[in-house]
């Protein structure tokens, strides 16, 4: 597939309660973690790089409209612009997640089912899943978000992370999800950044020079502020 742009991509997710009733989880355990089909994606969360890895937009897909008019505007972009798809375990679950549900919603999504590269697992042209490609594609187990972030210092989860999205969405602190899912994507694009130094496609001065710019651009958005009070920069940048 031919082409220049990246799409580094989160989505945040509640459980469907038309579609799936858990159990009481028994004293002092977790409730279980609902199915894929029964995910509910609330939050499409993105980040537009250009050609030369230089952030065009940043920020979430289908604000204001419901679940099935998210699917299709994340489907219509897809289809227009075909980025490349850069995620952290999106094979394993947003993909997945996004798929099941246009497939509720009767949304089409060619882009993704007539483009082989886009699901064949051992290629990153059309899909980059930094989570599956650092675990060698199953060789060992997969690292967090979390792990991997911290290592080239970024701050991770802090105060916020999974288990915390649907009491956040039911009390209608959607904006405070929102920034949440961002500090995800951006994290995932500095991770991706770093990947590519790690395989030879970004030399160091070329990679200190594309995160130096993206961590100009998220520090003019309010949303990821706290994001960048935490970054140890001279880690980061490799200075």
């Known amino acids: ?7 580094v991509l989160d989505i945040e997710t509640i459980p469907d309660a038309e579609l799936y009733a858990p159990a009481q989880p028994s004293p002092g355990t ?4 609902p199915p894929i089909f029964a995910c509910k ?9 250009d050609e030369n890895l230089v952030c ?42 996004l798929m099941l549900r246009s ?27 930094l989570c599956d490609v650092l675990a060698d594609y ?25 288990s915390q999205v649907e009491a956040l969405y039911r009390t209608g602190q959607i904006e405070a999800l929102r920034g949440y899912c961002l500090s995800d994507v951006a994290q995932t694009a500095f991770l991706f950044l770093r990947y590519r130094l790690l395989s030879g ?7 200190t020079v ?7 651009a998220i520090s003019a958005d309010p949303r990821l502020a706290s994001l960048v009070a935490r970054i140890e920069r001279a880690r980061l940048l490799l200075e």
Do not use: Q
């Open 1 to 7: 597939m031919a082409t220049t742009t990246h799409l």
């Open 30 to 33: 977790e409730r279980t973690f």
């Open 201 to 207: 496609l970004l030399d160091r001065a070329a990679y």
């Open 103 to 129: 497939l509720r919603y009767g949304v089409s999504a060619p882009w993704y089912y007539r483009n082989r590269d886009y699901r064949y697992r051992y290629s990153t042209e059309g899909h980059l899943d």
């Open 41 to 49: 994606p609330v939050v499409i969360g993105v980040m537009w790089l």
């Open 56 to 97: 065009k937009k940043t920020g979430t897909i289908g604000e204001g409209k419901d679940e099935g008019g998210m699917l299709a505007d994340f489907a219509e972009f897809m289809a227009k612009y075909e980025p490349t798809l850069v995620s952290w375990n999106g094979r394993g679950f947003d993909l997945p997640v």
């Open 138 to 162: 199953g060789a060992t187990r997969m690292t967090s978000l979390h792990g991997a972030a911290r290592l080239i210092g970024l701050p991770g989860k802090d105060g916020v992370d999974g």
């Open 210 to 216: 594309a995160a130096t710019n993206l961590l100009s």
